[in-house]
């Protein structure tokens, strides 16, 4: 487990800001995500396609993908006649290319050489033209924003009948709400690419049930930055699923210990405390709704430690208990399926954390906003916002990596 400061990372290179977007096939199950890099603001002359190879692989290798994910990577004309793709794995990267890159025969020779070397090709563009039908017989992937690609569906119905056989699958981007989606599903797309399922469905307040209101409150007393491991011991012990999962982490590689565990106290601590409330809290949250999209529970998790990890930075965000809580629950209305209004009503928490979770800018609230402006690869507003919480904005990559690893390890 690691345990470092993100304001402690190495300060020889500059920092590499990498956030990830999800792809989602028909069943909203998790395929790939775009992996977005900002770009340097002053590349070093001669030396910018040495700098442009080192970030597209930090990237792949930062956003962490689970087996069987395809890590969807943008590459320039130039590092793609350079050869650069070739660095990557190519069982875990797509290549893709923009709609700035015509199809003349320099790239196309490039891109038959990666398909020879099992490469796989991703089209991004706003329509069919002259250029990207060259290159569609080397692509496995055609991706269309259904914001403003080709007009409306009966053009991009003539679309899908032009494309090649070798094109596996049709991905919508731009999509942002489950309307979009099902409309996209229904023209023929497979693949879907945004954050449509961080929303709730139903817009319709309602009471959050009896069960659920029970786990939230168990969640707010793991995260008492003034709990004992007495109050915790007392919380693991009521719930057998905890105690379940307490035990089998202590008795993984990752726990070394000698002997038997005696009691739920020992098994505490041999974990330690911080260990066991960020895992028991992921664990909590989980068994909110068990048919909850699966991509939500991941950015849950991974906002509450990115938001500790930076709170921890800062003289003036909320204490790291505080903010972990408030990252943790910041995507409970898409979990739960309720306005965030109707689910924070029910929940067990201070006034100024329900004002934060509903979008009122209050003093906790910049430091989950810098975290989502971050996720969504919004880099200008990311370090905007961070200012307002003082937090160093280089520290935000460190941060980032560190909580997609804790979570990858948990």
Not at 64 to 78: D, K, M, T
Request: proline letters at 6%.
């Amino acid at each position: 487990m690691m345990h470092t400061s993100p304001s402690s990372a190495p300060a020889a290179a500059p920092p590499v800001f990498v956030a990830r977007e999800p792809i989602l096939d028909r069943r909203q199950h998790v395929f790939g995500y775009q992996v977005r890099l900002r770009e340097p603001a002053s590349p070093e002359p001669g030396g910018s396609r040495t700098a442009e190879a080192a970030r597209v692989v930090h990237g792949v290798h930062a956003i962490g993908l689970e087996p069987g994910q395809r890590a969807f990577v943008s590459v320039s004309r130039q590092l793609l006649l350079d050869g650069v793709p070739a660095m990557l794995p190519a069982d875990r990267v797509v290549v893709e290319l923009g709609a700035d890159i015509d199809g003349d025969r320099q790239v196309q020779a490039a891109c038959a050489e990666l398909r020879s070397a099992h490469y796989r090709i991703s089209l991004d563009r706003t329509a069919l033209d002259d250029g990207a039908k060259q290159l569609l017989p080397f692509a496995s992937y055609l991706k269309l924003d259904v914001n403003v690609a080709a007009g409306d569906a009966r053009s991009r119905a003539r679309t899908f009948s032009c494309l090649s056989a070798g094109v596996s699958s049709l991905v919508a981007t731009g999509i942002e709400t489950f309307e979009q989606f099902e409309a996209a599903a229904a023209e023929g797309f497979t693949g879907f690419q945004g954050f449509f399922f961080g929303r709730p469905a139903l817009l319709q307040p309602r009471a959050v049930p009896g069960q659920q209101v029970a786990m939230l409150r168990v969640l707010q007393a793991l995260n008492d930055p003034n709990g004992s491991i007495g109050q915790l011991e007392a919380i693991v012990k009521h719930d057998a699923g905890l105690c379940y999962r307490l035990l089998r982490t202590v008795n993984s590689a990752a726990a070394s210990r000698r002997g038997p565990v005696e009691s739920i106290r020992a098994a505490l601590l041999l974990c330690g405390r911080d260990r066991v409330r960020r895992w028991a809290s992921l664990w909590v949250l989980k068994g909110l709704n068990e048919s909850a999209h699966a991509e939500l529970v991941a950015r849950s998790t991974v906002r509450a430690r990115c938001c500790e990890l930076l709170s921890a930075t800062s003289r003036e965000a909320a204490a790291p208990a505080e903010a972990f809580l408030l990252g943790m629950c910041s995507l409970l209305d898409a979990i739960l399926d309720r306005p965030m209004a109707s689910v924070v009503a029910d929940l067990p928490l201070a006034p100024a954390a329900r004002a934060a979770l509903c979008g009122e800018a209050n003093g906790l609230r910049p430091i989950l906003d810098a975290v989502i402006a971050y996720e969504r690869g919004a880099w200008e507003d990311c370090e905007a916002i961070a200012a307002l919480a003082r937090v160093n904005p280089a520290v935000l990559p460190a941060a980032f990596a560190e909580a997609l690893r804790w979570f990858k390890e948990i």
